[in-house]
């Protein structure tokens, strides 16, 4: 099939390159001619594990081409997909500009080949009516009156896209053009057989993608909640996490607390929701609530790390990690850049590090911030070092290097991946944004004679599994400045 993709983003080219692999001729159009040049000398402008490899040999096979000819790329097309972006509005509705100029150039073509035939799919997230509006401002280009569209909403994540679109979970198509949905059942068939399909009208299916980021936004933003809930009283959120999780109704993903939800979707996402609930006169409590309570965890990191340095300007603090998840080079609305803005604005020098992101950071940030090409060289004499993205690199750092780096240096770990007891064994102050700071395991007496040793028949007890106490507004911790227990929300520090 000859596939034109408009917009060779994070979704465009992940879905152009894997469309290409199924033995489809692709071409991707984008008016990004950096982008496009990049492309065609082989670079993949992205990082996401697994593009490159593919994006080279589909290319040398002669399956994948790109240009910056938007019209001609559609002209030459059976389907053509749109996967252009929709940045969040000042209003938090979605900008459909980008989109909308796409309905135009298509139509245009439509109109000058007078074909009636081209099938036209809205791969961008789109509020509930863009497709069915698109639909008719093609039609009104088109002799007769009617154009093939239909909505097939994305639900690859980045840092694991190749392998999503390749093995999608579900693939939702919602049109009411029979030669759509036809030519996306042949062309989807190859990646995973019919009851991977859910057919349904336009609507239905631009919703679906709301409704199933939202989900996702308010399990994290009812762990972070809790998580801050479970500090004030003792409780472990890692244990509480683990006890839920193991519910099969309620399932592990998406349950671990951590700086608030960012990236290039979610949040956007879930602001066009409530917006065109509220536009279509409905409250969404349930969302508007994630939104909330995401919007005061993005802030707490910065709360935190102040509120235990006590007075901000002046000091150095290294951030590790830039990109909004591990495994992508996508900072759009990263925490680590908010955090970041927020130090900044409190007059501290911060130093970044990250292992793919920091050409994507320098772009927002220019000399603002230092960039180190190296981990343990980006803490060197610094007063604070915070994790922000969960790469694996950071997972399990050389904790005596950092003291040796910086041997006063606070660690704040945004991202509930570390074990204090790693930083306790080498001197080295350490904060979980999540769990605070623990004071050492005691296990309680052991059993009786004559009674079984429970204890034993269990997993082996660590001293971070043990049931340890945990230092609460009750217990304040001997960190400096008093306590960094203070910097928790809702205590006093923050209490104002
Ligand atoms: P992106 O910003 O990475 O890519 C969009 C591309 O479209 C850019 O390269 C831009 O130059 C190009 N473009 C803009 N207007 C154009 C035009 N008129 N003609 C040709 N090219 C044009 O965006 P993205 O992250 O790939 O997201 C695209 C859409 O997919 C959005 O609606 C997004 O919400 C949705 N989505 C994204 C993800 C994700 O993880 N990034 C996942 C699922 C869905």
Known sequence: MKITMIGAGYVGLVTGVGLAEFGNEVICADTDSDRIAKLKDGIPPIYEPGLDRLLKSNVEEGRLDFTTDVASAVERADVVFVAVGTPQSSDGSADLSCVMSTARTIGEVLKRTADKDKVVVIKSTVPVGTTRTFARILASYVPGGWAHVASNPEFLREGTAVEDFMRPDRIVVGTESMAARDLLLRLYRPFGGISKFFIMDPESSELVKYASNSILAVRISFMNELSNFALSVGADINKVREGMGADSRIGSSYLYPGPGYGGSCLPKDVSALVHMASTAGHRLGVVQAAQDANEYQRKLLGKVVAGCLGAVSGKRITVWGLAFKAETDDVRDSPSSSFVEDMLSRGAAVTVHDPQAMGQFRKAFGDR???????????????????????????NPDVEEIRRASPNIMVFDGRNVWDQVDFDAHGVKFYSICRGRRKKARLGPGPGPGLHPVQDQLQPVGVLDAPDDVVSSRRPSPLQNGSMDEARPGLSLLAK
């Open 369 to 395: 911030v230092s960039y180190a090409d190296d981990m343990y060289g980006a803490i060197r004499g610094a007063d604070a070092l915070v994790l922000c993205t969960e790469w694996r690199q950071y997972r």
